[in-house]
Nanobody, 115 residues
């Protein structure tokens, strides 16, 4: 059974940084890709970053130049470095992990950016 857990969320002032991590356990052959999504209250869930491991990335225009997805130091982890955060970045951030020819979602981590 694959389990996906996000961590690293929190409260930060505008202009600050946070680093999220997505960790997958129970995979047979490891992660192949991860998508980071976010959902703010009253809004639809949106895709903000994609990484096909080890390093092929794509970003939404709203975060391009500020967010960076990368393979984590630990096995089967992917990080999302978020810089120059804005209040509009406040949302629950979800990791969508591709492993074992299937897709698995984490429960999310809250990011709040104060103005």
């Amino acid at each position: 059974q694959v389990r996906v857990v996000e961590s690293g969320g929190g409260l930060v002032q505008a202009g600050g940084s946070l680093r999220l991590s997505c960790a997958a356990s129970g995979t047979t052959f490891g992660l192949t890709a991860v998508d980071w999504h976010r959902q703010a209250p009253g809004k639809q869930r949106e895709l903000v970053a994609e990484i096909s491991l080890p390093s092929a990335t794509h970003y939404a225009d709203s975060v391009k130049g500020r967010f960076t997805a990368s393979e984590g130091n630990a096995k089967n982890t992917v990080d999302l470095q978020m810089n120059a955060l804005k209040p509009d970045d406040s949302a629950i951030y979800y990791c969508k992990a591709y492993a074992n020819s299937n897709v698995f979602w984490g429960r999310g981590t809250q990011v709040t950016v104060s103005s």
